[in-house]
């Protein structure tokens, strides 16, 4: 679509945010690798633009990272500059009887992962010999007492402690797995774990506190007691053991004082997760739609359950739906310092930026690849897994069967794995090169039955189409089958297809195979024409120029006619307006502006001066032929209550002045008598009463006996107003001997 067109016509949105989606097995790629480094901008916006031309044709049109990302992919990556490629094809270890993988932790040579609903230890890793070779392996290490293993921290020497929901418990399991008591910490959560300086921290709520111990789980002390009622992150660098609340997102540094170091409020409800780049440290922080959540009640609704704190699991997890939630990753640059090399104080000072956001989701972990800034984010949202390498440089690596990926670990250098919940596993992503992938739409909203035409892709292939229309937002037995769409190569416009053999229908949902490791799809314009609906009127109101409150002034003769109208739409209209007398036929319309320019605003302004006294109404007529063309445009018609018309002004008769007492009597034609006052000798104007206490009708007496006039004669004018604003003004010459 060129300049021209995009600024003459507005976008106009898509479909809803969150549209269930359709069956298929599983969607991811990393590109050529994880650390890759890819070009281009940011979007911010989960819904990809739909733009109107004229004729009454739209496009949907899917151009960069974030208009792609609300899709969703098998064996492809989504690049930040918008291109979607085919990537790795990731292996999913199954955790057998358990109800979701919750959290991991990265180890030398495999990722331990924790699961809720069984508070269970699973290892995965890759075979290294046999026909298995390659392939992940899953085994069972341990089940614990507890409804969900929420941390873990590997000890030196490979023993690893476990925290479980409910209660403060830490377990003990070594290397066999066998499991032994390693503390008990009067808390209800605890969750974070992390080594630091040869003791053990454990980031616990409601309260707030960070306890240390011994690598023995001895002596457990209150070290830090934050304001916050929970400690979700926690991050141990060189001598520095950073801190992330909620439901605050403040960010700490312990200290020898118990309230640690504030060195940061982020604004949100949870600082979930850090890392550490070269130069800087990476926060992701959290806003939950319903400020009053807290990070507890978060995790409890995406678990469906009432409670982790020892109730029971409720309904059923594969229909659960993580609560709504924004997502901002920010960034510090903390410079050099003594000892680690960075300075953590200037994170109270220094400028955070803003390298990531999303909507209508919320981050479950980052993982650092290493220390230059490339970064993985698992998110609540459709499974996503996100890469990040600077506030200009993202992309969709993953895009899970499972609705929400929860964690992510590397084995040391080696494969990198991402736990999933309501599927209980976890993906090695780099498994193997995907041959093909597909990229399919989220389910286009046309918003009313459509007919669609040409299929516009830029690209390179070769690439083949699938597509299918339906009545409904989710794809249900209603929809038709996928239909093969045969593409035409055109040199220099790219890929060319046709859906107009597809039955008329609201939804639409596209497909596109990359069929070679080497195709990819870089732009996407679907063009379609809505059954075109008339605009609807709903009032046409004609609106006086207020009266002036000294009433020295009439008002303007100009009026202004205003009208609301839906265009149901969203097309652009133009409007004709026109009056006539009440009570006369159709020919005595009168157009109010030149009929070779029709009205675009919402209002219109007529001049009175020259129009003759009388009831008139106007009647505005709506079109959309600017969306639609001539020949398909419709129109809705409305008039205005009848309204009078009175430029005549009142007359004041039988002004008299007699035994001290001013009197008169004003008439007026047209409406009725708004006000009355008096003047002595070119002094300020007093309002006058109506003799009969109130003005409100055509003809109104009034009289006064003006108090401290002095012998000799005055002068007394007289000013009338009626309902419209009109003056009229009289004198007459009063003698007080």
Same mark, same amino acid.
Request: net charge negative.
């Given at each position: 679509?060129?300049?021209?067109?995009?600024?003459?016509?507005?976008?106009?949105?898509?479909?809803?945010?969150?549209?269930?989606?359709?069956?298929?097995?599983?969607?991811?790629? =990393?590109?050529?690798?994880?650390?890759?480094?890819?070009?281009?901008?940011?979007?911010?916006?989960?819904?990809?633009?739909?733009?109107?031309?004229?004729?009454?044709?739209? *496009?949907?049109?899917?151009?960069?990272?974030?208009?792609?990302?609300?899709?969703?992919?098998?064996?492809?990556?989504?690049?930040?500059?918008?291109?979607?490629?085919?990537?790795?094809?990731?292996?999913?270890?199954?955790?057998?009887?358990?109800?979701?993988?919750?959290?991991?932790?990265?180890?030398?040579?495999?990722?331990?992962?924790?699961?809720?609903?069984?508070?269970?230890?699973?290892?995965?890793?890759?075979?290294?010999?046999?026909?298995?070779?390659?392939?992940?392996?899953?085994?069972?290490?341990?089940?614990?007492?507890?409804?969900?293993?929420?941390?873990?921290?590997?000890?030196?020497?490979?023993?690893?402690?476990?925290?479980?929901?409910?209660?403060?418990?830490?377990?003990?399991?070594?290397?066999?797995?066998?499991?032994?008591?390693?503390?008990?910490?009067?808390?209800?959560?605890?969750?974070?774990?992390?080594?630091?300086?040869?003791?053990?921290?454990?980031?616990?709520?409601?309260?707030?506190?960070?306890?240390?111990?011994?690598?023995?789980?001895?002596?457990?002390?209150?070290?830090?007691?934050?304001?916050?009622?929970?400690?979700?992150?926690?991050?141990?660098?060189?001598?520095?053991?950073?801190?992330?609340?909620?439901?605050?997102?403040?960010?700490?540094?312990?200290?020898?004082?118990?309230?640690?170091?504030?060195?940061?409020?982020?604004?949100?409800?949870?600082?979930?997760?850090?890392?550490?780049?070269?130069?800087?440290?990476?926060?992701?922080?959290?806003?939950?739609?319903?400020?009053?959540?807290?990070?507890?009640?978060?995790?409890?609704?995406?678990?469906?359950?009432?409670?982790?704190?020892?109730?029971?699991?409720?309904?059923?997890?594969?229909?659960?739906?993580?609560?709504?939630?924004?997502?901002?990753?920010?960034?510090?640059?903390?410079?050099?310092?003594?000892?680690?090399?960075?300075?953590?104080?200037?994170?109270?000072?220094?400028?955070?930026?803003?390298?990531?956001?999303?909507?209508?989701?919320?981050?479950?972990?980052?993982?650092?690849?290493?220390?230059?800034?490339?970064?993985?984010?698992?998110?609540?949202?459709?499974?996503?897994?996100?890469?990040?390498?600077?506030?200009?440089?993202?992309?969709?690596?993953?895009?899970?069967?499972?609705?929400?990926?929860?964690?992510?670990?590397?084995?040391?250098?080696?494969?990198?794995?991402?736990?999933?919940?309501?599927?209980?596993?976890?993906?090695?992503?780099?498994?193997?090169?995907?041959?093909?992938?597909?990229?399919?739409?989220?389910?286009?909203?046309?918003?009313?039955?459509?007919?669609?035409?040409?299929?516009?892709?830029?690209?390179?292939?070769?690439?083949?189409?699938?597509?299918?229309?339906?009545?409904?937002?989710?794809?249900?037995?209603?929809?038709?089958?996928?239909?093969?769409?045969?593409?035409?190569?055109?040199?220099?416009?790219?890929?060319?297809?046709?859906?107009?053999?597809?039955?008329?229908?609201?939804?639409?949902?596209?497909?596109?195979?990359?069929?070679?490791?080497?195709?990819?799809?870089?732009?996407?314009?679907?063009?379609?024409?809505?059954?075109?609906?008339?605009?609807?009127?709903?009032?046409?109101?004609?609106?006086?120029?207020? =009266?002036?409150?000294?009433?020295?002034?009439?008002?303007?003769?100009?009026?202004?006619?205003?009208?609301?109208?839906?265009?149901?739409?969203?097309?652009?209209?133009?409007?004709?307006?026109?009056?006539?007398?009440?009570?006369?036929?159709?020919?005595?319309?009168?157009?109010?502006?030149?009929?070779?320019?029709?009205?675009?605003?919402?209002?219109?302004?007529?001049?009175?001066?020259?129009?003759?006294?009388?009831?008139?109404?106007?009647?505005?007529?709506?079109?959309?032929?600017?969306?639609?063309?001539?020949?398909?445009?419709?129109?809705?018609?409305?008039?205005?209550?009848?309204?009078?018309?009175?430029?005549?002004?009142?007359?004041?008769?039988?002004?008299?002045?007699?035994?001290?007492?001013?009197?008169?009597?004003?008439?007026?034609?047209?409406?009725?008598?708004?006000?009355?006052?008096?003047?002595?000798?070119?002094?300020?104007?007093?309002?006058?009463?109506?003799?009969?206490?109130?003005?409100?009708?055509?003809?109104?007496?009034?009289?006064?006996?003006?108090?401290?006039?002095?012998?000799?004669?005055?002068?007394?004018?007289?000013?009338?107003?009626?309902?419209?604003?009109?003056?009229?003004?009289?004198?007459?010459?009063? *003698?007080?001997?």
């Amino acid at each position: 679509m060129t300049a021209r067109m995009r600024s003459r016509y507005p976008s106009l949105p898509l479909a809803v945010r969150h549209l269930p989606r359709a069956p298929r097995t599983l969607r991811l790629s =990393l590109g050529l690798s994880l650390g890759l480094s890819l070009g281009g901008a940011v979007g911010a916006a989960l819904v990809a633009p739909s733009s109107a031309w004229a004729g009454g044709t739209r *496009t949907f049109t899917l151009e960069d990272h974030s208009d792609f990302d609300a899709g969703e992919t098998e064996g492809a990556a989504i690049e930040d500059s918008g291109r979607v490629t085919t990537g790795f094809v990731p292996a999913k270890g199954e955790l057998p009887d358990a109800a979701s993988a919750f959290s991991c932790l990265s180890r030398k040579d495999d990722v331990l992962v924790g699961t809720a609903d069984k508070a269970a230890v699973f290892r995965m890793g890759l075979a290294k010999r046999g026909k298995d070779k390659g392939k992940v392996e899953v085994e069972r290490v341990a089940e614990l007492s507890g409804v969900v293993v929420t941390a873990m921290a590997e000890l030196p020497g490979g023993d690893v402690v476990v925290a479980t929901l409910p209660g403060g418990k830490l377990w003990r399991l070594d290397g066999r797995g066998k499991v032994s008591e390693f503390a008990e910490l009067p808390v209800e959560q605890v969750w974070a774990l992390t080594v630091h300086q040869g003791k053990l921290y454990a980031g616990t709520g409601p309260k707030g506190e960070l306890f240390a111990m011994t690598l023995a789980g001895k002596d457990p002390k209150v070290v830090l007691d934050d304001v916050d009622k929970h400690l979700m992150s926690l991050l141990s660098v060189g001598d520095a053991l950073l801190v992330g609340t909620a439901p605050s997102a403040r960010l700490l540094r312990l200290s020898d004082d118990p309230k640690g170091v504030l060195l940061k409020d982020l604004e949100g409800d949870e600082l979930r997760a850090l890392a550490l780049t070269r130069q800087g440290l990476l926060a992701a922080v959290n806003t939950f739609e319903d400020r009053s959540l807290s990070s507890v009640d978060a995790l409890t609704k995406n678990l469906q359950r009432t409670s982790l704190v020892g109730d029971p699991p409720q309904g059923d997890l594969q229909q659960a739906r993580p609560p709504k939630a924004d997502a901002t990753v920010h960034h510090v640059d903390l410079g050099t310092g003594p000892g680690t090399g960075r300075d953590f104080d200037r994170a109270s000072e220094a400028p955070w930026d803003q390298w990531f956001s999303r909507e209508g989701q919320y981050f479950t972990g980052m993982l650092a690849l290493d220390d230059v800034g490339t970064v993985l984010l698992s998110t609540s949202s459709d499974g996503k897994i996100y890469r990040l390498r600077g506030p200009r440089d993202v992309a969709t690596v993953a895009d899970f069967e499972e609705r929400q990926s929860t964690a992510l670990c590397r084995a040391a250098k080696g494969p990198i794995f991402a736990t999933v919940g309501q599927g209980a596993g976890a993906y090695h992503l780099e498994a193997s090169t995907a041959k093909k992938a597909l990229y399919r739409t989220k389910v286009l909203d046309a918003k009313q039955p459509s007919d669609f035409g040409a299929l516009a892709l830029r690209g390179k292939g070769p690439l083949s189409v699938r597509a299918r229309v339906g009545p409904s937002a989710e794809a249900d037995d209603r929809w038709s089958p996928w239909s093969a769409i045969t593409l035409t190569v055109e040199p220099g416009a790219g890929f060319r297809g046709d859906l107009s053999s597809l039955p008329r229908r609201r939804y639409l949902q596209i497909e596109v195979g990359l069929d070679t490791p080497d195709a990819e799809l870089r732009e996407l314009e679907q063009f379609y024409a809505p059954e075109n609906l008339a605009p609807l009127l709903t009032s046409v109101d004609v609106n006086r120029p207020e =009266l002036d409150d000294d009433g020295e002034r009439e008002p303007s003769p100009k009026v202004t006619i205003r009208w609301k109208v839906d265009a149901r739409d969203d097309d652009d209209l133009v409007y004709g307006v026109r009056a006539r007398p009440e009570g006369t036929g159709e020919t005595q319309w009168i157009p109010l502006h030149d009929a070779k320019d029709p009205v675009t605003k919402r209002e219109l302004q007529w001049d009175l001066s020259t129009v003759p006294d009388g009831v008139y109404e106007i009647e505005v007529v709506a079109s959309d032929e600017p969306s639609n063309g001539a020949g398909k445009a419709r129109t809705d018609e409305l008039r205005s209550a009848p309204f009078v018309v009175d430029r005549q002004r009142p007359r004041i008769e039988d002004l008299r002045w007699g035994a001290g007492k001013l009197s008169a009597t004003i008439r007026d034609t047209g409406g009725y008598v708004h006000d009355a006052a008096y003047s002595i000798d070119d002094g300020p104007f007093r309002a006058l009463s109506a003799a009969d206490g109130m003005f409100d009708e055509p003809v109104e007496v009034v009289n006064v006996s003006p108090e401290g006039l002095t012998k000799g004669t005055h002068r007394i004018v007289v000013r009338a107003r009626d309902s419209f604003g009109n003056l009229e003004t009289a004198a007459v010459l009063a *003698t007080v001997e």
